[in-house]
């Protein structure tokens, strides 16, 4: 049998004995409950649905990373876990993961909206863009904590700071080449062109400097808040 890489750690339980509800999660859920009040009343009342299906899309696409290292956690926490698996299920993670920071260039639609309908979109689509941020930044804090017993802690900064990064050349990709995650397995090839193409595209190399350099700054700000006095008091 292969070795498993962590020692089976039970959920935080709390007073009635059931297991802790993450506070992260519980911020999460508000947010989308939230921004689905928002996209459906602007469905009820100008009965363009136009908006609820490109947000909530983009939402489930921005949650999707995190749902893959919540399953990935819960395999930690029974005690089944093995590097094959790990590696597997943190390369989907990555894959997805510029699903997240991607709805804030949906942010371009306000260009398109009728003035009478400005302000409340606006809200709407940095509702929704926050939201999406959040969870791409709470998934990359859950891979830190699981990566940094395994590889130490300067490269899993390292490691961090460079999904980040690899997040604003997807960002690119999905924005102005059209592509998806997906992709990645429906249409490989054309998928590996277009990314080879990138390489000498100007407009590339500045949108993966710029989002990935915000992305990087925005998850040491996030990590700092919520890890680093944990880390400090370990």
Known sequence: MQQLLYIPRPHPIDRSGQPK??????ALAGLTVAGLCL???RGLLTNNWWFFI?????????????????????LRTAGIMNRWLLGIGLAIWLVFLPNAPYIITDLYHIKNID???LWFDTMTLFLFAQTGLLAGLYSALIVHRMVRPLIGARLA???????????????????????NSWDLL???????????????????????????FVLAVLY????WYVDYER???N
């Open 21 to 26: 509800t993450s506070k992260g999660l519980m």
């Open 39 to 41: 996209v459906i009343t």
């Open 54 to 74: 490109m947000l909530t899309w983009n939402l489930f696409l921005a949650f999707f990373p995190l749902g893959v290292v919540l399953v990935l956690r819960d």
């Open 115 to 117: 003035k009478p309908l």
């Open 157 to 179: 900064w390292i490691a961090l700071l460079t999904s980040q990064l690899l997040s604003g050349f997807g960002i690119y990709l999905g924005r102005f080449g059209r592509w």
């Open 186 to 212: 429906a249409n490989p090839l054309a998928l590996f062109d277009a990314i080879a193409g990138a390489s000498s595209n100007h407009l590339s190399l500045k949108l993966t400097l710029a989002y990935g």
């Open 220 to 223: 040491v700000a996030f990590w």
């Open 231 to 233: 880390d400090q008091s």
